[in-house]
């Protein structure tokens, strides 16, 4: 059976540089990988979506190593407002929408002053 | 400024009882989804839809089933909702491979 493994919790502080590794040992041809952050009282909102090798937005890097298995979502200079649950979300995609999505149990960063 | 909704944010049911949840999304989405969230198990998905009136199960589909007969509009229902459905349930959209987009949650007590 798929599944993504993260850490439970992180401590950080402000101004440095997160990194938050996803397992997912199964992955297939054909999934993607995606990260969100939710805070409190709030539905997760997107970060980051990659395939393979490296992937950078405004506001993250995912680094993907050749075999796949694993995902490091890569926060630079974080801030309180970084303090959230971090997901990590193994995507299978056919042409009609999808045929897998397994999300791992979250990741609880606390950045502190 | 895109937006998926959800019908409540609060819901407190008896053990029985017959529970709709509500989604709606302005974007004009293919895919829909519904999710539970549970502390220490992340988000387990329970059904998705890729189109109006299609429907595909998702690893906890149990105790629940779904309609979608617009494509804005997709409503999870608890046929006689129990105490371990008591959970927040979150509604999302996207189109593939794309993100999917989440509504603020519903937090569901069954008694």
């Not at chain 1, 297939?28 to 997760?44: E, R």
């Not at chain 2, 302005?26 to 998705?48: A, C, K, S, T, V």
Request: glycine share 8%.
């Amino acid at each position: 059976l798929a599944k993504t493994t993260q850490p439970i919790s992180m401590d950080s502080y402000e101004g440095q540089e997160v990194n938050i590794t996803c397992s997912h040992n199964n992955i297939a041809t054909n999934d993607y990988i995606t990260w969100y952050q939710q805070f409190p009282s709030q539905g997760p909102r997107f970060i980051i979506q990659g395939y393979k090798t490296k992937v950078t937005n405004e506001v993250a890097s995912l680094f993907i190593p050749a075999d796949r298995k694993s995902s490091t979502l890569s926060l630079p200079r974080v801030s309180l407002s970084d303090t959230a649950v971090y997901y990590c979300l193994v995507a299978g995609m056919f042409s009609g929408g999808y045929n897998k999505l397994i999300f791992g149990a979250g990741t609880r960063l606390a950045v502190h002053p | 400024d895109v937006k998926v909704t959800q019908s409540s944010r609060y819901l407190v049911k008896r053990t029985g009882e017959k529970v709709f949840l509500e989604c709606v999304q302005d974007m004009d989405h293919e895919n829909m989804f519904w999710y539970r969230q549970d502390p220490g198990l992340g988000l387990r998905l329970i059904y998705f839809s890729y189109d109006v009136k299609m429907k595909e199960k998702g690893d906890i589909p149990e105790g629940y089933s779904v309609s979608r007969e617009k494509k804005e509009r997709f409503s999870l229902i608890l046929e006689s909702a129990s105490t371990n459905q008591t959970s927040m349930y979150l509604c999302a959209s996207s189109s593939p491979p794309g993100e999917q987009f989440f509504g603020p949650g519903t937090r569901l007590t069954v008694l």
